[in-house]
């Protein structure tokens, strides 16, 4: 019941701070908002770009692989073969 006391004071004096100093909220935020934009902008290109690395090291890794799957493969076909023929002749 205190929290509900205390919130609704809260939200009252808000709102009467708003309408008592609304020119001076709006002055902060017209200062703030490019401040947040250029931070969010920075903080989504420093991600962005880390997502791209990893992008780029998995790529390279898997063509790294790819050349050694491929011989593990073809060295299996080649084993499966000789047991196919194998049983064909038995």
């Known amino acids: 019941m205190k929290t509900l006391i205390g919130g609704a004071v809260a939200a009252v004096l808000g709102v009467i701070g708003l309408a008592v100093w609304f020119p001076a909220f709006l002055q902060l935020l017209a200062g703030s908002v490019p401040i947040m934009l250029l ?50 002749k038995a």
């Not at 390279?60 to 194998?86: A, M, P």
């Open 39 to 88: 931070l969010g902008g920075g903080l989504a290109l420093y991600l962005g770009f880390d997502e791209l690395k990893d992008t780029w090291k998995q790529e390279k890794e898997n063509t790294e692989e790819g050349g050694d799957d491929v011989d593990k493969y073809k060295q299996e076909i080649s084993d499966l073969k000789k047991e196919i023929d194998s049983l064909k």
